[in-house]
């Protein structure tokens, strides 16, 4: 196959990063698009140069000119159009975290999947961020092996969306399953190791506590700490605040075995950075041995044409890549069912722990 040609469900503020992503790839164009708002996907279709608008997700499955799918919708369908996919029109998918939002919906989702013919691809961006992928790549050497691992995430709180579904737990799977199950993914992937036992806790302390919808008052937690043990005996802790956007560095990952530290420091998207401050800060790595001791830092900047198509560093495009490799037969799926849906596991096992103030066990 030359040329991938996409069909994208969802065309929000993610969905329009991706069509600005596969618009970036050699091989790749989006050709129908669909979303209940249709000045959204009208926008979208403009955006991927003049794709074509579906009426209705039925007439998207029916659309001929299609080779693979991307889920960008709300969470809560994320399962019942993957159902519509496998009995309608089964092609390969990459589908956007979470997997699933019901715990109800891990077995439906493994048997969905059990023996489907085309490559499913979850959508973990933060994986190929450039600065974590350095880090991913240098960690064993650095350390020495790694016995402890640190995310810390200082953001900006959840943007507004349409129908303001991610305000509340119920059509999120709550903010350590919508939010971090990026972050249990990159754990497993360093640590290459399975969660024991989950301990958490975590709240709502300043974000959307004034806001109504439909007198509703949200329930999204803001901030937290996660605390895993895996079966390698290494231990990962997350530190995560949503009222923390006047920080230089978004995300900082660390990294620490008998040999020494690695660290990554990725920023924000550049969007918000203030342009009286200049240039947004630029990603950067320290390797600190414990002998000799002396922190090297590099900067690993990234393609400024990436960072214009998108708030993720790049790690959109390079996510991508690697998937419309794998439709035209040329590479793995790297970021399986199955860890998507573990990642999906750990996130639920946190908001339990933070909510009875208990242990999880895996």
Request: hydrophobic content about 40%.
């Amino acid at each position: 196959m030359e040329n991938v040609k996409y069909g994208l469900i969802g065309c929000g503020m993610m969905g329009r990063e991706h069509i600005q992503n596969i618009n970036l790839l050699s091989h790749g164009t989006v050709s129908v698009v669909y979303d209940p708002l249709r000045e959204l996907a009208e926008s979208a279709a403009t955006l991927a140069g003049e794709a074509h608008v579906a009426e209705s997700f039925e007439e998207m499955l029916a659309y001929p000119d299609v080779d693979a799918w991307v889920i960008v919708s709300p969470n809560y369908l994320h399962v019942s159009q993957l159902r519509q996919i496998v009995a309608c029109r089964p092609l390969p998918i990459l589908c956007e975290k979470p997997l699933y939002t019901d715990p109800a919906d891990a077995p439906v989702v493994e048997a969905l999947f059990k023996d489907y013919p085309h490559p499913v691809w979850v959508a973990m961006e933060y994986r190929y961020m450039p600065p974590v992928a350095a880090l991913i790549s240098q960690a064993e050497q650095a350390t020495g092996g790694i016995k402890m691992l640190t995310v810390r995430e200082h953001r900006f709180p959840f943007l507004p969306k349409i129908g303001d579904w991610n305000r509340f737990n119920a059509k999120t799977g709550g903010t350590l399953v919508e939010k971090c199950c990026h972050f249990f993914d990159l754990m497993r992937l360093i640590l290459k190791a399975e969660p024991l036992r989950v301990m958490a806790t975590a709240g709502q302390g300043f974000n959307h506590l004034e806001e109504r919808y439909n007198d509703e008052a949200p329930d999204i937690w803001d901030h937290g700490y996660v605390i895993i043990d895996f079966d390698n005996g290494t231990r990962a802790m997350l530190e995560l605040c949503m009222f923390a956007e006047g920080a230089e560095y978004q995300e900082e990952i660390s990294a620490v075995g008998p040999k020494g530290k690695i660290e990554a420091f990725v920023p924000g998207p550049g969007r918000f950075w203030p342009k009286l401050l200049g240039d947004p800060p630029v990603p950067h790595l320290v390797i600190s041995p414990r002998a000799p001791k002396g922190p090297m830092r590099s900067e690993i900047p990234v393609d400024p044409t990436l960072l214009a198509a998108g708030d993720h560093n790049g790690s959109t495009f390079y996510q991508h890549q690697r998937f419309n490799a794998v439709v035209r037969g040329e590479g793995v799926v790297e970021v399986t069912v199955t860890d998507g849906a573990k990642a999906v596991k750990m996130g639920m096992a946190a908001q339990e722990s933070a909510a009875t103030g208990q242990a999880v066990l895996l």
